[in-house]
Each structure stands twice: as C-alpha cells, then as structure tokens.
C-alpha cells in the first residue's frame, strides 16, 4: 500500500511539475507578443514600408515619444520596452530635435537589453523629424568595427613596445662598447649581446611579417599533398639544438605516412613554435612528445610537454598576440609572444584549428588539427571535411 501511495504522490507532483512549467511558457510567449504588440501601433504605409526597408535598429515616436512601433533589430538590442525607449541617451537626442526643430546624431556606448547586463553596444543614433510630430530613430551597429578598431590599435601599440626592447637594448650595448673599446674581454661579451639582442629584432620583425601575411584572404595560394612526417623531421631538427642544450629529449610516435593538402613551409613553422614552446616551458632533464594520427579524416599533431603547464583562466589568452603566460621567461628564451598566434592562423588557412590541454604543475598539450588528404586508386583524390573552424583552449580530457 505504502509503495502505491508513493507511486500516486509522485504521479501527482509530475503532474504539478508540469503544470506550472507550461504556464510559466505561455506566461512568457503572452508577454513577448504583448510586448511587440505594444510597439506595433498603427503607422503609416510609407513609415512601415522604412522600417522594413533598413535593416539596422529603427523604431518611430509619437508625439509623446512613446514608441508606435519597432523593428526586429530594435528590439534585439532593447532599445525599447513597454513603448518607452530604455536610454537616456537616446531621449536626449529626441528632445534636443523637439527643441531645435533640427535632426540629431551621435555614436553612443549603450547598455545592451535590460539594465543589470554588462553587454555593451556602440550604436551611430541618428533621430529626424517625421510628420504628424512623429520622430524616427534609426540606429546603426558599431560595435564590431569599434572592436576591430581597438585591436588594431593594441596591435601596433605592441608592436612599438616589443620593438623598443631589443632597440633601445642595442643602442645601449653600442655605447658601453665604445666607452670600453680598450678592453678586450669586456667588448667581446658586450658583442656577443647585441648579438643576440639584434638576432631576436630580426625574429620578431619576421614573426610580424608572417602573421601579416597569413591574415591576407589568399594566404594559401598555392597548396599541394604534404607529407606530415617531413614536417615533423623537419621541425624537429630545426630544435634539436635548443633541446640539447636544456638535455630534453624529443620523441615521435603515432601514425605514418599521413597526408594534408596544403603549404608545407607553413605547416612545418605552425610545428616547430609549438615544439620551440615546449622546449621553452620545459624544466631541464625532460621529455617532449610529438604524436600524430588521423581520426575521422583529420590529421591531429599533438605536442605533449612536462612543463610548468598553464593556468585556466590564462588558457583562452595563449593565442592572442604578443600574449605571454610568463614574461620573464619568455624574455629570457627570446620568445615573441607570437610564435601561437601565428600557429593559429596557419592552421585556419589549412581548415583546420589548434587547440590545448594544460594543467599546472602537470603540464601541456597543443594539438594541431588539419584536414587530411586521402589519395583514391585511380589517381584523383579524396578531401576530408575540415573540423570546426574554432581556434580553443579546451578542458577536454589529455590526448
């Protein structure tokens, strides 16, 4: 009896369940349409026929500002509610044209929907007199162009700081040699400074170069059938003597002969800075593993270290510019903070991604991932579906 008793409660309370979660969902579909219904007041055809027409933000005032109707976008954005405009900045604008009798226009940084959110959005807000003191107020998306913008600022802003450094260090190394030209020994270890400080200007002018170039549509011009165990040998041996010199072992594993349809030059470049990021990262005495394989028709190369690892909230960073999880370090093994971000877009011109495991203290594994090329029998040729095109810091399980 006990256990029928159950079976009824909990029969009951499904039934509850499911009651107030359908009311809650009709709830919410009644106030959405009564929400658009409050901005879709009668309008004229001509009006309707322009807020149909542009297909950015547009809504149109009555002669009390209250909204008579809204386009999709609009409401998107949330620019109105309950037929009120939800900004200040944009009342403003309306009462200025009331005022002035003149149109108004501004490029405004605006909350994004109800208040409370930290979505920001910039919109070019221009307002202008209709008839029958109505106002249309048409809104124009910047918020793209503002970030593009921004980076690129930062880019060059980076650019100039990460060119002073090997700069400014030269020129100081030039004068310390001349002031010391009679001594021998101290010009020779000033020499062999400048030396490396000019060698790593030319590597950071070249990094800059690339990354320029690989952003270009046609970055891929000429493809042709890679062998990826000649970019592997080939990477390998390009740090082999770093790796020496720091006693870490490089070993290879995984499958052989496998083949990708693109630029081998850069591919092989996309493996060699994560094996020169391994090695930089990875304590003496270590060991650094490349693996490869093909799973679902895309070839993956994997590049597993022992180092320092890296932590979460550096990981969506790692593949920024100039982005350095540890800047002394980094520093003092030369590096650009660009050798990943140019592995990424390497691999996106080849279809494919790079993505990361990484825990501290255990730690990382980059992994190459690109389209594989499957030659058929008779001499044509098969091209995988490339994976998704997301460049990540995952937190899936190690390879």
């Known amino acids: 009896m006990g256990t029928e008793l159950d079976v009824i409660v909990a029969a009951l309370v499904g039934l509850l369940v499911g ?23 009668d309008v004229s055809p001509e009006e309707a026929a322009m807020l149909a027409a542009f297909h950015e933000s547009a809504l149109i005032l009555g002669p009390g500002d209250e909204v008579l109707r809204a386009n999709a ?22 009462s200025r044209l009331r005022s002035t009798g003149h149109a108004q226009a501004a490029e405004l940084d605006l909350q994004r929907g109800r208040a409370g959110t930290s979505s920001k959005i910039h919109l070019a807000v221009s307002v202008a007199p209709l008839a029958r003191d109505r106002v249309v107020v048409l809104g124009r998306d910047l918020t793209a162009a503002r970030r593009l913008d921004q980076t690129r600022r930062d880019f060059v802003a980076n650019v100039s700081h990460e060119l002073k450094t090997p700069v400014g260090a030269i020129g100081l190394l ?6 010391y030209a009679d001594e021998p020994d101290v010009v020779a ?11 790593r200007l030319a590597t950071l002018v070249q990094e800059i170069i690339d990354l320029s170039r690989l952003q270009e549509p046609d970055a891929l011009v000429e493809s042709s059938v890679v062998d990826m165990d000649a970019v592997v040998a080939e990477a390998i041996d390009r740090v082999r003597i770093e790796a020496e010199a720091h006693s870490i072992e490089v070993v290879t594993g995984g499958q052989n002969g496998l083949q990708v349809l693109g630029n081998e030059n850069l591919l092989t470049t996309a493996v060699r800075n994560l094996l020169e990021n391994a090695v930089h990262y990875s304590p ?16 993956r190369v994997a590049v597993v270290d022992q180092g320092i690892g890296i932590a979460p909230e550096a990981q969506d960073r790692v593949f920024e510019r100039f982005y350095r ?3 002394a370090r980094s520093r003092a093994t030369g590096g650009t903070g660009l050798g990943l971000s140019i592995v990424k877009h390497i691999a996106a011109d080849h279809g494919g991604e790079v993505t990361l495991w990484s825990k501290p203290g255990r730690g990382s594994t980059f992994t190459l ?13 098969v091209l995988t579906p490339p994976p998704p095109a997301t460049t990540t810091a995952s937190q899936r399980s190690r390879p």
């Not at 490869?292 to 028709?297: K, N, T």
């Not at 991932?369 to 040729?381: D, H, K, L, R, Y």
């Open 369 to 381: 991932a690109v389209p594989q090329f499957i030659p058929t029998e008779n001499g044509g040729e």
């Open 325 to 327: 999880v540890d800047t």
């Open 189 to 199: 270890r000033f020499s062999e400074q400048m030396g490396r400080e000019a060698s």
């Open 174 to 179: 030039a004068e310390t040699v001349a002031e």
């Open 73 to 94: 976008p609009a409401l998107q954005f949330g620019l109105a509610r309950h037929r009120k405009l939800v900004h200040s900045e944009i009342e403003d604008l309306v």
């Open 284 to 299: 003496d005495n270590s060991k650094v593993s490349v693996g490869m394989r093909a799973v679902d028709g895309v070839v």
């Open 19 to 41: 009651a107030v979660a359908t009311w809650a969902f009709f709830s919410s579909e009644k106030e959405r349409h009564e929400e658009v219904a409050e901005v879709a007041e």
